[in-house]
């Protein structure tokens, strides 16, 4: 397996207020549905109580988040809606996928682009499978499930040779009718399976933004 290094800050507290990248995108990602409390957003990230104060002092110190008076949470600024934008140029959707791929796991899958002009670059470099794969487990992710639309707007594996149909011979038909908009040629999916829903989520969502070279280094200047 190839070194994975992480995005990681440190709280106050030292490394029981750690939080990575994948904790502070998804956070974003998550409050940009619903504004969040902290303890709802502890429980969504699972993290610890000093982690998740060291998370939203830092995003509010970069001013990604604002916290309103009473109830109603954190919310993205300006800057974090820009951000989220940005990061929406490569991961079209992402959800909870009930398709069951590997036995016993929680999945979160997400449909990403390789499109030039959506991305703004003009040299598009796609991550192999086992790069994401190593990715996603370092993220705490147990088992990805990478694929690519083809020319005729179907799914298959990036490895030609290898048929989608003599492994998961359902997943085509069951799953297509959710991400049916995004079928365009030289879209991927990519699905991560973990014990916790919480943590094939984040290991996804941050695993898909590695899949461009270069574009994990953009969303790490910006925050």
């Not at 904790?23 to 709802?40: F, H, Q, S, W």
């Not at 990061?87 to 398709?99: A, E, N, R």
């Not at 048929?163 to 699905?191: A, M, R």
Request: hydrophobic share 40%; with cysteine; net charge positive.
């Amino acid at each position: 397996m190839s070194e994975v290094v992480h995005w990681i800050k440190t709280g106050e507290r030292g490394a029981r207020a750690e939080f990575t990248d994948s904790d502070l995108v998804t956070a974003l990602l998550l409050i940009e549905k619903n504004p969040m409390g902290r303890y709802k957003l502890q429980n969504e990230l699972k993290l610890t109580d000093s982690s998740t104060k060291s998370l939203l002092k830092y995003a509010k110190k970069k001013e990604l988040l604002e916290a309103t008076i009473g109830r109603s949470g954190h919310f993205l600024t300006a800057k974090g809606k820009k951000l989220v934008n940005l990061i929406s140029t490569l991961i079209l959707k992402h959800d909870k996928c009930d398709q069951v791929v590997f036995p016993s796991k929680q999945h979160y899958y997400l449909v990403l682009t390789s499109n030039k002009k959506n991305l703004g670059q003009t040299n598009v470099k796609i991550k192999p499978s086992w790069k994401l794969r190593d990715i996603a487990i370092s993220y705490g992710g147990e088992a990805i499930l990478f694929l690519k639309i083809n020319s005729d707007g179907k799914i298959q594996f990036p490895e030609k040779d290898i048929k989608i149909e003599d492994y998961f011979p359902e997943f085509e038909s069951e799953f297509l009718t959710k991400v049916k908009e995004y079928l365009q040629p030289l879209n991927y999916i990519l699905i991560v399976g973990a014990n916790d829903f919480e943590i094939a989520r984040k290991s996804a969502i941050i695993s898909g933004l590695n899949l461009v070279e270069e574009f994990i280094g953009n969303v790490h200047q910006k925050i």
